[in-house]
């Protein structure tokens, strides 16, 4: 039987981590990929699911009709810095709520 080498489990912070390195580097998805030895392909499936998954915590209600709380994570970088970000939220009745930070 052929040696098969083991994929490593990551765990959902992992990959969001490493989306997050992405669209910080400037890179090509590709480029960043072959520096950090992942398959594009994978990339691009936990980018899809992950986005995903935060659609359906914005849009799915709870069973019980409470609010329902939506981690973005942190807003800076992994040493601190905190850089420009943009964030809006369809608040409902054409209420549009923006935050920015230049």
Avoid: K
Wanted: aromatic residues 6%; charged residues 30%.
């Amino acid at each position: 039987m052929a040696d098969v080498e083991r994929r490593a489990r990551r765990s959902r912070a992992h990959w969001q981590g490493v989306i997050a390195r992405a669209e910080a580097s400037g890179q090509s998805i590709p480029a960043f990929c072959r520096a950090e030895g992942i398959r594009p392909r994978t990339f691009y499936g936990w980018r899809a699911r992950l986005n995903a998954t935060a659609r359906e915590a914005v849009v799915a209600p709870t069973t019980n009709g409470a609010a329902r709380f939506l981690d973005l994570g942190t807003l800076g970088a992994e040493d601190g810095r905190v850089g420009p970000w943009d964030l809006e939220l369809e608040l409902g009745a054409g209420v549009i709520l923006r935050l920015r930070r230049r």
